[in-house]
């Protein structure tokens, strides 16, 4: 039975509120629905079909916390969703980081929003009950040289000539004599100067790891890495950004250690590249899934957000070398469009596969695709 014909199944103790979720989303989506957390455990026990679950926060007997913490037990590849008021939001993101709930949308919630995040998560059941990894179209190849060229002259001239100018002007007014030095404006000279100098360090290592990425390109690698590992140090790494911009961010596996054939530097800069553009680009109040699927050959890590996408020529335009999404000097954000190629750089060295494509529900998916090593390759798969 496809995704398309699974159930998503509404929680709710009020039966007026569960009547009008239900009327709004029925014409898209197969529903059921139960009236309280042990209703809803009996009817995912009976119904393989289940494949999402909405659940109200505040009920009595088992709140929405706890029944979504015993579904990830029960059928772990169930998608577990939580509605929550507004008094609720802190305990529903220490929820989502946790793990035990995909995702919460505060109460009333936009029906378009909530019906693009089914989608996304009748997509992702679908990824993560699939008897295999299924790999999706690579990502774009290498521009040809002169594209290439055109490109990474435009982006040092716009990276790195303007710190390097911040940091000449600066110096050169703290060398004059007329008393600055001696003033409050010094520190923030300093400030300037620094931080302009360790722009240009860090465009010059990416600049430099590109290249010795690109270098070692279809070599072989005897160096495993736990991905779950990575991908959770990876997490922690940039919740604090991601809570700033009030972006959430959920990683599901269905083991808690799955090892690949990757260098584990490697693997993580590729993981931070992704985690980072997916918090870069997302909305305000947006999410971050990620999903590890495993089968007995290969590993793969799938991260989507929930941003504004891109259509699948510009999709293909960031997925080359010192290219964006926006490549005007004025664009918002700030950075080498190295990202994307690095992570694909990082693919082909050390054997995997990457690729790119529109999010089910809108914004960006980007999957990773890694080899397991012999000896996990002969095992069953979890």
């Known amino acids: 039975m496809t995704s398309q014909h699974k159930k998503v199944l509404l929680v709710d103790d009020e039966p007026k509120l569960i009547a009008a979720l239900r009327r709004r989303l029925s014409l898209d ?10 209703e809803a455990l009996e009817m995912i ?9 909405v659940a109200d926060m505040q009920m009595p007997v088992m709140n ?11 059928a772990p590849a169930i998608r577990r969703l939580m509605l929550t008021g507004n008094s609720d939001q802190d305990t529903a993101i220490a929820a989502v980081n946790e793990g035990g709930v995909m995702r919460f949308f505060r109460k009333p919630c936009d029906n378009d929003e909530l019906k693009a995040a089914l989608r996304q998560a009748l997509d992702e059941y679908a990824f993560q009950s699939a008897d295999n990894v299924i790999e999706e179209a690579p990502a774009p190849a290498i521009d040809s040289a002169d594209h290439a060229r055109d490109a990474f002259l435009s982006v040092m001239n716009h990276e790195l000539r303007t710190p390097l100018n911040h940091i000449v002007g600066f110096a050169r007014l703290l060398e004059q ?19 302009s100098g360790e722009q240009v360090l860090n465009v010059l290592d990416r600049i430099l790891e590109f290249t010795r990425l690109a270098s070692q390109s279809g070599g072989s690698v005897d160096e495993t890495s736990d991905i779950v590992g990575v991908v959770n ?13 009030g972006v959430t961010v959920s990683v599901d596996s269905l083991r808690l250690k799955a090892d690949i054939i990757a260098k584990h530097e490697e693997a993580s800069m590729a993981i931070r590249e992704l985690l980072s553009n997916a918090v870069k ?16 050959q290969r590993v793969a890590v799938r991260i989507a957000d929930t941003g504004k996408g891109a259509p699948p020529a510009l999709l293909d335009r960031m997925g080359k070398p010192f290219q964006q999404a926006d490549n005007s000097t004025s664009r918002e954000h700030e950075g080498l469009g ?25 914004g960006i998916t980007a999957t990773l695709v890694f080899k397991r090593p012999v000896a996990e390759a002969a095992t069953a798969v979890a």
Do not use: M, W, Y
């Open 29 to 38: 989506f197969n529903i059921v629905t139960a009236n309280g957390g042990p």
């Open 45 to 53: 026990n009976k119904d393989p079909d289940i494949a999402v679950i």
């Open 64 to 74: 929405g916390i706890e029944l979504l913490r015993a579904v990830k037990t029960r």
């Open 177 to 195: 004599e007329n008393g600055l030095a001696e003033t409050d404006n010094a520190v923030e000279f300093v400030k300037h100067i620094r931080g």
């Open 233 to 245: 140090a990876e997490v922690e790494k940039i919740r604090k950004t991601a809570r700033h911009k």
């Open 281 to 296: 680009f997302n909305v305000e109040g947006g999410h971050v899934s990620i999903l590890i699927k495993c089968d007995q």
């Open 338 to 362: 190295l990202g994307l190629a690095l992570v694909n750089s990082v693919a082909e060295a050390n054997g995997a596969s990457f690729s790119i494509s529109g999010g089910v529900g809108g």
